[in-house]
């Protein structure tokens, strides 16, 4: 079975420009949710989606969006990048909602705004 | 709001050696804990979770991890290290008051060096 698949795993922006990051979640998942990874930081929940829906999200500004798709891919946005963009992007995915269900994280996509 | 903290940025403890890492979680109600680990430029790992069946709960690798409500902790340990277990390790929560909606809180991580 394959696992969690992010592209792409690095990817290099200017400031002020946008970037589109891809997750295809395990075959038969249904939940995908991001996170942002950063030395600084730490991991920090960015949003959660289930059946299309975004059902929950972390507190990151408006130019962080996200959607997912009806075979449950899913896509984040960043727009209008800064500079504290830079970061691994992680995204997970999981058969449902329940809170004690297992999360299946993929590699990441580096990002580095310049 | 859900906080995770772990006691030590920093462990490191000689090949054959007991990890123990630290894990204390802030909650009146116990909430699902999750021990995960990274690899250098990988995801994380699922090693355990805690979702109430049992205290003492076994993972992969040989981590296993105790709850203990009293102390609001949940320890991850090896009674014997290896080398491969070099890697960051973040302990998380997954708050039960939020009802459907769920979030990993993670703690800053703790990054184990095995020594030979």
């Known amino acids: 079975k394959a696992g969690v698949t992010q592209t792409p795993r690095y990817l290099i922006k200017t400031r002020g420009q946008q970037v589109t990051l891809s997750c295809s979640p395990i075959?038969?998942?249904?939940?995908v949710s991001w996170y942002q990874q950063t030395p600084g930081q730490g991991l920090q929940f960015l949003f959660e989606?289930?059946?299309?829906?975004?059902?929950n999200k972390g507190n990151f500004p408006g130019r962080f969006s996200g959607r997912q798709f009806s075979n449950s891919r899913s896509e984040m946005n960043v727009s209008t990048l800064e500079l504290g963009d830079s970061a691994l992007y992680l995204c997970?995915?999981?058969?449902?909602?329940?809170?004690?269900?297992?999360?299946?994280f993929g590699q990441g996509t580096r990002l580095t705004v310049v | 709001a859900q906080s995770v903290t772990q006691l030590g940025s920093h462990v490191s403890v000689s090949e054959g050696a007991l990890v123990l890492l630290r894990c204390n979680y802030s909650s009146s109600v116990p909430p699902y804990l999750f021990w995960y680990v990274q690899y250098p430029n990988q995801g994380l790992q699922l090693l355990l979770k805690y979702t109430s069946a049992a205290t003492l709960v076994k993972g992969i690798n040989g981590f296993e991890a105790e709850f203990k409500k009293s102390e609001t902790s949940f320890h991850l340990t090896k009674p014997s290290a290896h080398m491969s277990d070099a890697a960051e390790y973040f302990c998380a929560v997954s708050d039960r008051n939020r009802g459907s909606a769920r979030q990993l809180t993670f703690g800053s991580g703790t990054q184990l060096t095995v020594l030979p």
């Open positions: 075959s038969g998942h249904r939940s």
């Open positions: 997970a995915s999981s058969t449902g909602m329940g809170m004690n269900t297992e999360a299946f």
């Open positions: 989606y289930f059946s299309e829906t975004q059902r």
